[in-house]
């Protein structure tokens, strides 16, 4: 018999966090899972921990394989599963025990809708709760700020608008615990790749958020633990490094994705992607200069040069307006109104099983 969802354990070297994630795991409320673990050579005990368990748990299937990395370890899980629904349980984060009732409900009430998502809870290597990165969250992340006072309600965000928010360089999905995807998705848009190191599920996302909707559940949480040994630890996040592997993803998604889009926004897009390149950009060399003489050397150039980048910036400094990504999601709405595509975001309700 066909499992309601399919959880996808990858595993190397977490071996101090497994009994907490496969405890949660087993306190589920919805109880119709499939466990597949995928252990790349761990050589902490961890491998030997999860063989253990999958002596006494008949749902579960466990092996191991090549060393592919994050998110490239995913993808042997994927590949796998039998569920409808495919949920991806990193092995060093947790969940509360109503989070795959209350996702699966939400995509049972919405067949439009290909992923379900919800809050994030980060915590830190000891499991305590960590405020200061859930009040950015809440407040100053992409999905926050593109969602505004729907934040705490249940909503559709219609494809492509959570896509194209991935245009200004940052990720709308923090973490991959907060996201239940319709298995029938990954046929559609391909699986996780290696390409581009740990912080590849950033192409991922953007590719999902293109050619899926989505349907938020702000009563339940996916967590997101934060440690040194971490796979996105030595991401080198904010190097030149990163910058040209998020140009690269942005350009991939969009071409994997092209047939995805309405003919009317794709017809529209290839501008649109040379803005926000240009943005993007400016946005990156004015941070890495920390002279302000050299700063407005470079704002300078970058006028003389015709930046849009660069009036918008100094129209931003006078006028003392938001910055260009605080305001992002609203002129991505303007695009998506613009094409004829309608409101990115419509509030919903969802009923939860007894």
Known sequence: MTPKV???????????????RFQTIQAQSLNDWELLVYDSHSTDGAWEYISELATGEPRMRAWQGPREGTPGSWSPCVAQARGEYV????????????????LAAALDAHPDCDVAHCRLMPIDGHGNEMPSVSEWWSTQSVFALS?????DRSHIRRAPFDGLLHLSGRSVYISITQLLIRRSLFDRIGLFESTWGSVGDFNWSMRAGLAASTVHV???????????AQATAGAGLGSPEHAKKIDAMI??????CSGFLPPSLQSRLESKCGECHDLRTFEREIVRRSNPLERRAYVLRRILSGSV?????VQERLLA???WLDQFSDRVQ???QDAGVGPALRPTSIVHPL
């Not at 980048?309 to 910036?313: D, G, M, S, T």
């Open 251 to 256: 350009e991939n998604a969009i071409e994997k």
């Open 87 to 102: 949920y991806i349980a990193t092995s060093d984060d947790t969940m509360p025990p109503d989070c795959l009732e209350k």
């Open 321 to 323: 307006e938001p910055r």
């Open 147 to 151: 969602s505004g006072p729907l934040l």
């Open 334 to 336: 303007r695009w998506l």
């Open 6 to 20: 399919s959880i996808c354990v990858p595993n190397l070297n977490t071996r101090p966090f497994l009994p907490e």
């Open 309 to 313: 980048a660069a009036k918008q910036h």
């Open 218 to 228: 702000p009563d339940t949480w996916g967590g997101w633990r934060l440690h040194g």
